[in-house]
């Protein structure tokens, strides 16, 4: 069982930055493949980042490429999302996921645990 808790979320203006947490507990962190997804009200909940169990690897939804920046830290059992340039259209709750043994899969239905999500707003 993995408890994942999300952190870092807030409010900040179009073209700004922020830098979003994912704690992780429990399970071996290393045989996770790890994600970050986000809902917009009336929205489904969509794909935004993805990295490899080793770190090694990351692919990213259009939407973000070249603005955010997914990493991990094996040791800490973390990882993270680096969102620069942001626009209001980034405005959802943003979710970490971790799926057994995964890699480069942006199907909700591969992660087996969820965090709790963290709320960006950005204003324009």
């Known amino acids: 069982q993995v408890h994942l808790v999300e952190s870092g979320g807030g409010l900040v203006q179009a073209g700004g930055s922020l830098r979003l947490s994912c704690a992780a507990s429990?399970?071996?962190?290393?045989?996770?493949?790890m994600a970050w997804f986000r809902q917009a009200p009336g929205k489904e909940r969509e794909f935004v980042a993805g990295?490899?169990?080793?770190?090694?690897?990351?692919y990213y939804a259009d939407s973000v490429k070249g603005r955010f920046t997914i990493s991990r830290d094996n040791a800490k059992m973390t990882v993270r999302l680096q969102m620069n340039s942001l626009k209001p259209e980034d405005t959802a709750v943003y979710y970490c996921?971790?799926?057994?043994?995964?890699?480069?899969?942006?199907?909700?239905?591969?992660?087996?645990?969820w965090g709790q999500g963290t709320q960006v707003t950005v204003s324009s």
């Open positions: 996921a971790a799926g057994q043994y995964v890699s480069y899969t942006s199907n909700t239905n591969d992660y087996n645990y």
């Open positions: 429990g399970g071996t962190f290393s045989r996770y493949g």
């Open positions: 990295i490899t169990r080793s770190g090694l690897g990351s």
